[in-house]
């Protein structure tokens, strides 16, 4: 009886030390390396998606050679330099530096929840593992595939809110302190 005992104990402790959480799966497992001090090089594109009192405007953020590119899904455009501490530390926007990430505060929680995003339709890449199905960034704070035509609400953790089900979109670990923002894996 006393080895029944145990192993029901046994079984009952790792049932409930195991959590299924939700939170385990809510950030991917790509690689994703970014920080940018934004008071040394003064965007006004990513400085209006990292103003928490302008909740619904994201920024998407790529790379061309040295230069970042920033655009809201507001209008608002601007490029930047890398400094020389850029150049000198590995920077990895999510699955392609091509189509970046996307950054910004949501508008359904209060406080609002600050968002990053991989920018590539996480359901078509998934299916052939192409980069090619960049997300197009809409001012209602949604983001939509052009090949498979799902849109993503990016004010609520990037689930689907039309179009097929599936995979919501592919976020990332972010934080902002001051003018840095950080975002990584």
Known sequence: MKRYTYYIIVLLT?????????AENEYSNYPCRFVFDNSANRSPA?????NVMSP????RITMT???FNFSTNQGLEDHVRQTAIDQQVSITLGLSNSTGIIVGYGILNSPATFYAYDSQCPNCYHEDGLLRYSLTMNTDGTAECGSCHRKYDMNNGGIISSGDGGNKMIRYRAGIAGN?????N
């Open 46 to 50: 990513l400085a209006s998606a990292m």
């Open 180 to 184: 840095v923002l950080s975002v990584n």
């Open 14 to 22: 790792t049932v409930l030390f195991s959590s299924c959480s939700d």
């Open 56 to 59: 619904g405007v994201f920024c």
């Open 65 to 67: 050679g040295n230069l």
